[in-house]
């Protein structure tokens, strides 16, 4: 016992027990570089041996434990053995500096009442909250220790690194957590590890340009209420978060807002983030400087303004992202910026949600995302499905915003990849018009037998009716001869059964020559000098082919190439 009535126990070992008795501390404590770092850590004293003792606390300077009371008089190494209690994981070892001009930062630097010098602790590489007296029981306001640790991170005083470390617990905090420097916190698990943040409060608050490039990971974050309308996380400068639960609070899930020249989230990243039972948005992002981030397996659920809502003024990406709602009725992604870029790649919306609103120029690939937005969305949409297409299914296409009518002629091209009867094609046509064209199609089309195409045969086609002529068609493995001698062709042969044009310019404007069979004589029809016309049904006696040599309507044509009986 201490002349000030603190319990001290002192004793004096070799240095080979020292370091022993340290490095097994530090797995006891979960410090795995403590070991390692007790040689060049180690306090001075004799070559040969050392005094070392141990108190049970810490303390603060308003409410002091043993630590704070003794002086390197009774030694020169101390361990503690916990912060308000013993093993409440608080505690380490401490080393005696005649310094006295560092303050006490409550974690790192104890400066006793009798003055003289400080207590340092012996650290790895993480600030524990518990050296800074947060109690994770679930009642005490945390917030004050929590947020020493971080202010203290990434500062000269601690030069070991940037990182926090929050150990299994629950933290209650009545005011948030402030990120105005870089730091990076990491809890075990946003089940192990959560933080239960006061009715009506902020929980995590992520400011500019102090807090860019924070990462925060591996915690759970729950309002103890749905007062007012605060967000459970606000960003307003660049943010690294990973593996979150974000629930309860009466404002968005997560708010990403920079829309002033004191605000700047370009580049926030968030992975594996789940926002549910919020009052306002899931994920809510606004503001000019809100660009360039990616939000991927972003899981939005029951939130009741929206599960994601983009506002950005350049565009973000989202990939594999989902909004899901028991209730239903709201909309699961709305992005209403027609200046912004947007890219929802793989996204899903899912149960009974409204259909979605994204409004061009973003691109929507995959997911059932591209298949619920509704026709006011205007965005270009990518979607290959296993399943017949229709009106409702949209694969991809584009609309023109201009015209309210989706089916109005003249919207702008659509293009289909899908399957029927396990074979691929293709269709590119105007919204509610007819096809350009359709590729590699097998012998039908939406179900409807192409009855010129013959068996065996890929054709690119013109419309989509029973009676629709292939313009190009390529020989499968069983291709059959179209003239009916039942042979088959084989793989890769091309067949042109219309007119073949060569050239750049429009068929018939008389500027370049063209090339066409039609298996008849083409007198007195049009033609422009050197068009050539090629016999389809040649026979013994008869002509190659036919070319026009006086341009006209008609034009004046000549069989050349005769052909010997």
């Known amino acids: 016992m201490t002349d000030e009535g603190f319990p001290v126990h002192e004793t004096d070992i070799s240095r080979r027990v020292w370091l022993a008795a340290l490095g097994a501390l530090g797995a006891t404590m979960g410090l795995p570089a403590l070991a390692a770092r007790a040689q060049t850590n180690a306090p001075p004293g004799p070559a040969l041996g050392t005094q070392v003792g141990w108190v049970d606390t810490i303390g603060t300077v308003q409410q002091p434990g043993d630590l704070r009371g003794i002086t390197s008089v009774f030694a020169n190494t101390v361990i503690a ?14 080393y005696w500096d005649n310094d006295t001009t560092t303050p006490d930062d409550g974690g790192l630097v104890i400066v006793p009442d009798p003055g003289g010098g400080s207590w340092k602790r012996v650290v790895g590489a993480g600030l524990n909250v518990k050296w800074f007296g947060a109690r994770a029981d679930g009642t005490t306001d ?10 203290l991170a990434g500062t000269p005083a601690y030069p070991s690194g940037q990182s926090v470390v929050l150990p299994r617990g629950s933290y209650k905090i009545a005011r948030p957590l402030i990120f105005d420097r870089q730091v990076m916190v990491m809890g075990e698990g946003y089940i192990n590890t959560t933080l239960q943040v006061d009715a009506g409060q902020i929980g995590l608050w992520v400011k500019y340009p102090g807090g860019v490039n924070t990462s925060i ?7 103890a209420g749905q007062a007012g309308t605060p967000p459970g996380m606000l960003i307003e400068g660049k943010c690294i978060a990973a593996n979150m639960f974000i629930t309860g609070f009466g404002g968005n899930g997560i708010s990403i ?10 580049g926030t990243a968030l992975t594996n983030i789940q926002c549910a039972s919020n009052g306002g948005y899931g994920l809510y992002v606004s503001g000019r400087d809100a660009n360039g981030c990616l939000f991927q397996n972003v899981q939005c659920t029951d939130n009741p303004l929206g599960e994601f809502y983009e506002a950005s003024g350049l565009g973000n990406t989202y990939v594999q992202c989902l909004a899901e ?18 890219l929802f790649l793989g996204c899903y919306q899912e149960n009974a949600l409204a259909a979605s609103i994204i409004s061009q120029p973003s691109v929507v690939i995959g997911g059932t995302l591209a298949e619920s937005l509704t026709n006011t969305s205007d965005c270009t949409v990518l979607l290959a499905t296993g399943q017949p297409h229709g009106i409702g299914s949209r694969h991809i296409f584009t609309r023109d915003p201009t015209h309210d009518n989706p089916q109005e002629t003249g919207d702008p091209l659509i293009c289909y990849m899908d399957q029927q009867d396990g074979k691929s094609f293709f269709t590119m046509n105007a919204y509610g018009s007819e096809d350009i064209f359709s590729g590699f199609a097998w012998t039908n089309y939406l179900g409807v037998a192409v009855s010129t195409v013959p068996p065996g045969w890929y054709a690119w086609t013109k419309g989509a009716s029973a009676n629709v002529t292939p313009t190009i068609l390529f020989a499968g493995n069983s291709a059959q001869d179209p003239q009916g001698s039942g042979r088959t062709i084989g793989y890769g042969y091309t067949w ?16 370049v020559p063209l090339q066409w069979s039609v298996g008849r004589d083409p007198s007195g029809t049009p033609g422009a000098q050197g068009d050539v016309v090629w016999n389809q049904t040649p026979s013994a006696g008869g002509t190659i082919g036919w070319v026009c040599v006086t341009t006209g309507h008609p034009g004046t044509w000549k069989a050349f190439g005769a052909i010997a009986m």
């Open 81 to 94: 053995l916990g912060f308000w209690t013993r093993g409440d994981g608080g505690g380490g070892v401490f």
């Open 142 to 151: 945390d917030q004050p220790a929590m947020q020493a640790a971080i202010d």
């Open 325 to 342: 709602s028991g209730a239903g009725g709201h909309i699961g992604y709305q992005a209403p910026n027609l200046s912004a870029t947007n």
């Open 496 to 511: 042109i059964p219309g007119p073949l044009y060569f050239g750049v310019s429009r068929p018939g404007a008389g500027q």
């Open 217 to 223: 990971r591996d915690l759970g974050v729950r309002a």
């Open 257 to 266: 807002i920079a829309d002033t020249q004191a605000t700047n989230a370009n």
